[in-house]
């Protein structure tokens, strides 16, 4: 079924998606990224409910995935991009440095300096609807000790109290303090 506006974002603005790659695109248009939707440079698939990105999305959740930059493209509008850091409000006292589109405001893509070489995308921004429900489906759903209390937990999505991708840890070459 053909939901209002689904044919404007759906690969508006020149999007695509191909076998292992894909689109994101801001709301105007002028910035559009590319992305691998499979293989071991698309990282991790994640909602998130922290505060901080709360504040910075304006949204009670957030749904995001992770890629590796080398495998990210601008393929357009990079120039367009306004990068926005601070410390202050990640828990961990890590930078988050925030790309967003000069023009429309729509944020594209966080990196943190915990995870340096990575790139946090939006969900959202993927001009592929069928990927939200498919292979960018989020795979944990974390922070859920901030969510509000009228959200359920997510169908089938796993679930952390904390910050499942803290560089910390173990599984991602931290040494775990
Ligand atoms: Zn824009
Ligand atoms: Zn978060």
Redesign the pocket.
């Known amino acids: 079924m053909t939901k209002s506006n689904d044919s404007v974002f759906r690969y508006g603005n020149g999007g695509w998606s191909t076998k292992d790659r894909a689109t994101a695109t ?6 559009q990224l590319s992305f691998p939707t499979e293989g071991e440079d698309l990282v991790a698939t994640f909602a998130c409910h922290c505060t901080d990105e709360r504040k910075i999305t304006g949204t009670m959740l957030a749904t995001n995935f992770i890629v590796d930059d080398s495998a990210l493209k601008h393929e357009r509008g990079e120039e367009r991009l306004t990068r926005f850091a601070q410390s202050k409000t990640i828990q961990s006292g890590r930078t988050m440095a925030n790309s967003f ?1 000069s ?2 405001g ?1 944020l594209m893509y966080r990196r943190s300096s915990g995870f340096p070489g990575k790139s946090i995308l939006r969900l959202g921004t993927v001009d592929d609807f069928t990927l939200h429900e498919t292979k960018l489906k989020p795979q944990i759903e974390q922070f859920i000790s901030e969510r509000v209390s009228w959200l359920e937990p997510a169908k089938g999505i796993a679930q952390d109290e904390g910050s499942f991708f803290d560089p910390r840890k173990p599984e991602f070459g931290g040494n775990g303090v």
């Open positions: 801001c709301f105007c248009g002028a910035v589109c023009n429309c729509s």
